[in-house]
Each structure stands twice: as structure tokens, then as C-alpha cells.
């Protein structure tokens, strides 16, 4: 029997007023890390196209890449509630085509929900997905697949219209069925208003401290990158530092022969040295 957090668990710690702690893993190590530490939460993101595999952003992630870390990520957990992240066209298309997409993720993944970014369409697919049985979060705000449409990564719901457009569509995910909702890059205020409104979970990034969670990308927490920051993330360790520092340490110890010392080495027995050499 699966010991891992349910969606049940996560509604009761809104009814609670418990925090939710969300970070994303892509990877085994990362995954065992954060499932050790505790979280409540692995997200599986397709941020992994910039984070982990180098793209300009999150548009050439495909379903094949979600899955195939997806599948490391629940291998290296047994505790958290995995969501892994339906990258872009994988829903868009119509809901069933996004049902198929969802299934297949959860089939060959072991995950035990999907995420969606947007509203107007993608609440169809978010209908369809959880009539199915298949736990489904949403997306509102700033939403990585849309950033061409969006004018850029910037704060989204800062005048009435587009607040009114945020707060309508996050009532109608949930309506949907949507267990979760995740809010990034918006006013605190709206979320306050948002997170009071809806009976699920609002996970917040750039969103203010009044969201039942918070989420953060696994790298920015640890310091592996030294680009600049968004002003919503806290780095929590100098990561990138460490690593680089224990590689120039071993490459120091292999030039300069220190490395591997006798405690790295294995010993024959002289007698059958003696014999190879007589070869």
C-alpha cells in the first residue's frame, strides 16, 4: 500500500491552515533529496527544458521527456505526491486527445496527478481528465507555455480586467475538478482573494505569502545556476559553488598524483603476480 500523500491530505491541510510545500525534481538523486527532506509535493516540471536539458524556454519539451523524468522522479520518492507537468500541446488540441496524453502519463510514470497551464480550452481538458479518475492541477497567472502571448515573463492580473479574467477562470477550474491550483507571477492581493474563494489548495510562486503553499524550482533553491534570480525565489545553499569547488579538487588530486592514494587501490597476492609476470 502506497504510502504517499493524497489529494484528500492536501484539501485537510487547507481546512488546517498547514502550509504545502511543493519543489520540482527531474531527476533520482533530486527526487530522494526532497522526498527525504519532506515535502508534501514533486513537481515534475516542464521547466526542465531550461532547468535541466538547456532551452531557451518550455516549448520543446515533449511528452517523451516528461515521462522518461517523470518515471526517475516517482522511482526516487515513496513519500510526496507527484505531479508531473502535460507539456505544450500535449491538451491544447481538444480534451480527448489531452485525456489520452494524461493517461499515458500516469500508465508509464507511476505519478499520481497532471498539471495544466491556462484556463478557457484547458478547462475542458481538466473536465475530462478528472472524470476519468485522473487527479488534475491548474495553472493561472504568468503560464511558461503561453510567454510569446503574453508579452513575456512578467506579473500578470496587475489591472481590474485581467485580475476579474484570473480570479473567474481559477473558480472555474475548480469547478472542473481540479484538486489543485497552482498561481504563478501575480499580485499578492488577488491571490489572498483567489486562495479565500476556492476550497482547494492554491499553491503560489511569486505570489505572495497569503497561498495555502508555496512552490520553487529545485535549482534555484540550491544555487546551481549563477544567471540572475527571480525576485520571488530565496536561495537556500551555493550549491554550484560546492560542486565546482569538489571538481577543481579532484582535478588538483589526479594532476598532481594524489589521487587515487592506497586506501583507492586494490592488492593481489604476490604469488600470483609472480606468476603474471613470468608471462
Do not use: W
Request: hydrophobic residues 45%; contains cysteine.
Amino acid at each position: 500500500m502506497s504510502g504517499r500523500l493524497t489529494t484528500t491530505d492536501f484539501k485537510k491541510m487547507k481546512q488546517q491552515g498547514e502550509k504545502i510545500v511543493m519543489i520540482t525534481a527531474y531527476d533520482y538523486p533530486a527526487a530522494q533529496i526532497v522526498d527525504e527532506a519532506g515535502v508534501d509535493i514533486i513537481l515534475v516540471g516542464d521547466s526542465l527544458g531550461m532547468v535541466v536539458l538547456g532551452y531557451e524556454d518550455t516549448l520543446a519539451v515533449t511528452l517523451d521527456d516528461m515521462i522518461h523524468h517523470g518515471k526517475a522522479v516517482v522511482r526516487g520518492s515513496s513519500s510526496a505526491f507527484v505531479i508531473i507537468d502535460m507539456p505544450f500541446l500535449t491538451y491544447q488540441v481538444n480534451s480527448e486527445e489531452a485525456l489520452r496524453n494524461a493517461g499515458r502519463i500516469i500508465q508509464e510514470t507511476g505519478a499520481q496527478g497532471v498539471k495544466l497551464e491556462g484556463g478557457g480550452e484547458t478547462i475542458k481538458a481538466v473536465e475530462r481528465i478528472t472524470a476519468a479518475g485522473i487527479p488534475a492541477a491548474g495553472h493561472l497567472g504568468l503560464t511558461p507555455q503561453s510567454v510569446g502571448q503574453l508579452g513575456g515573463f512578467k506579473v500578470q492580473g496587475r489591472d481590474a480586467g485581467m485580475a476579474a479574467a484570473i480570479l473567474e477562470e481559477s473558480l472555474a477550474l475548480e469547478k472542473a475538478g481540479a484538486f489543485l491550483l497552482v498561481l504563478e507571477c501575480v499580485p499578492r492581493q488577488l491571490t489572498a482573494v483567489i486562495a479565500e474563494r476556492l476550497s482547494i489548495p492554491v499553491i503560489g510562486i511569486g505570489a505572495g505569502r497569503h497561498c495555502d503553499g508555496q512552490v520553487l524550482v529545485y535549482h534555484d533553491v540550491m544555487g546551481f545556476y549563477n544567471t540572475p534570480r527571480p525576485r520571488f525565489v530565496k536561495q537556500y545553499a551555493a550549491a554550484r559553488d560546492e560542486v565546482q569547488r569538489a571538481v577543481k579538487d579532484y582535478l588538483t588530486d589526479v594532476k598532481e598524483g594524489r589521487f587515487p592514494g592506497e586506501q583507492h587501490s586494490f592488492n593481489m597476492p604476490g604469488e600470483v603476480l609472480a606468476v603474471v609476470l613470468e608471462k
